[in-house]
């Protein structure tokens, strides 16, 4: 029998609200043994805000910290453990928790951030498990499940979500990468972001800009100077997102990321001539390979070869580099230039905090990350861990989630990692075959390195349309995800795998700790509003789902597992999880 959970009927509203893509609602099917069968009371959906915008708040002040020295002693209560675990990875544990009590934030967050790459990387995994064959070369066969592997099991949670959080600002995406030996080279560009997660920004921009990844998505890759004879020019794709995506954005930014103005309008960062000027700076670059078979070329940097790069003096941004300097010189003095350029610092700090913590945050919290930034407080710019310490440790990210301090929409991605993260989940065949999530219908609408464009999943300027976040020019870049068809397509899925898994069972979670609760319905509530919304839910809402959780007969293990499924569910369905605090 096939139904249709009222939860769906409630939140689909409650989270579709944003106006775009008026896809037809799909209803959650449900079987009957399990969820279906919920009789859920409807005054305390009702309750909850029929809006996104009821839900997430305008961001407050902050405090006056310079961010970098923040320090935090032990969090008080398990939520709040729990919330800043969630924010800073992907989920938490008993023990998790515990250690954020004992050691407090700060002590506990940098030894964390002091953690080098843990485990093999995605590259090696893939040529140790048979994926570096011939007829591969064509294709990402093996490459999600590197990808899931690390995100789900890698014990270095907050590198893993640093590098999601890079991979979708300087994005490569397999959507769009033509080359030979793409799941290799998708696969080291993954571990490239990973290893620079906590270096220095100028070493990443490098590391991305000669990556043969970046170079084959963005055309560097055989760039080649003019010829005045055919009319070719230097390709300026590169030149022109390396400056809009991973360095200074549109326009002039305050050291706060308010636009700079001129007569009321703001000012442009770059022009045309900056673009073709840089454009002449990026040519000369191909693979560095032995031969077409030379599968190990992906993860090394390109080479130069000095017959193809453009001679002549070249002006970026104001700076002269001069024609005496050759391509690789002349590379540095270009990124040199940019990343020295006053922009990165708010441009970078305030989509960090948009990946981490709030999606709208005060001009005062984007100034004191950016301050950290500029200087880490031993005259070192662009320090990434420093950086991502600041945004973690902020006032306005540690106020009380019950006050003004504004929430983010729980990219789908986010979610499903933190349910694999918190109920263990497992690869028998230890290939983790997840694969591509990236259906709307049937699936999360979003799947790792797989953006749509070089513009992400969703804008870090995105302001939802006709509601009160609009109203007040919000941002909330996840909801360029939500629709009617995606909320109801990610219900659908996470209560397939919540019950099955993947691959008939290779993938499976571990719901011991919720098995021994399921006789109690209040008491795995509780539990799961804990590890899975760091106590967010109401306990109105609560009540009601355990009632209707109680519903299901637990007379037998199978029964209780139902109960178990069901609950979890009910959770990632619930609006204050879904909008992280």
């Not at 009789?39 to 305008?58: D, E, I, Q, Y």
């Not at 007569?263 to 000369?284: C, E, H, K």
């Not at 950290?372 to 070192?380: D, S």
Request: include cysteine; charged fraction near 15%; charge should be neutral.
């Amino acid at each position: 029998m096939i139904s249709v959970h009222p939860l769906a009927l409630h939140t689909l509203p409650a989270l579709g609200a944003e106006g775009g893509n008026e896809a037809p609602t799909e209803a959650l099917a449900t079987s009957s043994d399990t969820a279906a069968s919920l009789p859920l009371a409807s005054h305390a959906l009702k309750s909850m805000p029929l809006s996104a915008g009821g839900l997430l708040l305008a961001s407050c002040g902050g405090g006056g910290s310079s961010g970098g020295g923040i320090s935090f002693g032990p969090a008080q209560t398990d939520s709040e453990a729990a919330r800043f675990l969630s924010q800073a990875g992907f989920s938490s544990s008993t023990e998790s928790m515990a250690a954020v009590k004992s050691l407090g934030l700060s002590d506990w967050l940098d030894s964390q951030l002091d953690m080098p790459v843990q485990g093999t990387s995605r590259y090696e995994w893939m040529v140790s498990n048979g994926y570096a064959v011939e007829a591969n070369r064509t294709n990402f066969t093996g490459a999600d499940n590197a990808i899931w592997l690390k995100l789900m099991s890698s014990p270095d949670p907050i590198r893993q979500r640093m590098t999601l959080a890079l991979s979708e600002i300087f994005v490569v995406s397999m959507q769009g990468l033509p080359i030979e030996w793409r799941g290799l080279c998708i696969a080291h560009y993954a571990d490239l972001l990973e290893r620079q997660a906590f270096g220095t920004y100028r070493q990443l921009l490098q590391e991305v800009t000669l990556s043969v990844s970046m170079g084959s998505y963005l055309n560097m890759l055989g760039n080649r100077k003019e010829d005045t004879r055919t009319g070719r020019v230097p390709d300026e794709n590169y030149a022109r997102e390396v400056m809009q995506l991973f360095s200074i954005g549109l326009v002039q930014l305050n050291a706060d990321g308010t636009p700079r103005l001129s007569n009321g309008q703001p000012i442009d960062s770059y022009s045309a001539q900056d673009i073709s000027q840089l454009a002449r700076v990026f040519t000369g670059w191909e693979r560095d390979r032995a031969d077409a078979m030379d599968y190990a070329h992906v993860t090394r940097p390109m080479k130069h070869n000095a017959a193809n790069f453009q001679s002549g003096d070249k002006t970026v941004l104001g700076t002269t580099i001069p024609g005496s300097l050759g391509g690789p010189e002349a590379l540095s003095l270009a990124l040199d230039t940019l990343a020295n350029h006053p922009n990165v610092g708010p441009f970078m700090g305030r989509q960090l905090i948009q990946r981490f913590t709030m999606s709208h945050p005060s001009p005062a919290y984007v100034g004191r990350v950016a301050a950290v930034f500029k200087n880490n407080g031993n005259g070192v710019r662009g320090d990434l861990k420093a950086t991502l310490r600041a945004v973690l440790l902020d006032p306005e990210a540690r106020a009380s989630p019950t006050g003004n301090a504004s929430g983010r929409l729980r990219e789908p991605v986010q979610r499903f990692v933190q349910w694999g993260r918190t109920f263990g989940i497992t690869s028998t065949s230890g290939r983790w075959p997840i694969g591509d999530t990236s259906d709307p219908a049937s699936r999360l609408g979003q799947s790792p390195w797989r953006s749509p464009s070089v513009f992400n999943f969703f804008r870090p300027g995105y302001v939802p349309p006709g509601n009160e976040l609009a109203a007040n020019q919000i941002t909330a870049p996840e909801f360029q995800l939500l629709n009617e068809s995606t909320v109801a397509g990610y219900l659908n899925f996470m209560q397939s795998v919540i019950s099955n898994g993947f691959s008939s069972g290779d993938v499976t979670a571990n719901y011991a700790a919720e098995l021994s609760l399921a006789t109690d319905p209040p008491a795995l509530l509780a539990h799961l509003n804990l590890r899975l919304a760091a106590g967010a839910i109401h306990p109105v809402t609560l009540s009601e789902l355990s009632t209707a959780v109680a519903t299901i007969a637990a007379s037998n293990a199978a029964g209780q597992l139902n109960r178990v499924r069901a609950a979890i569910l009910l959770v990632m369905a619930a609006p204050e999880y879904l909008i992280q605090k």
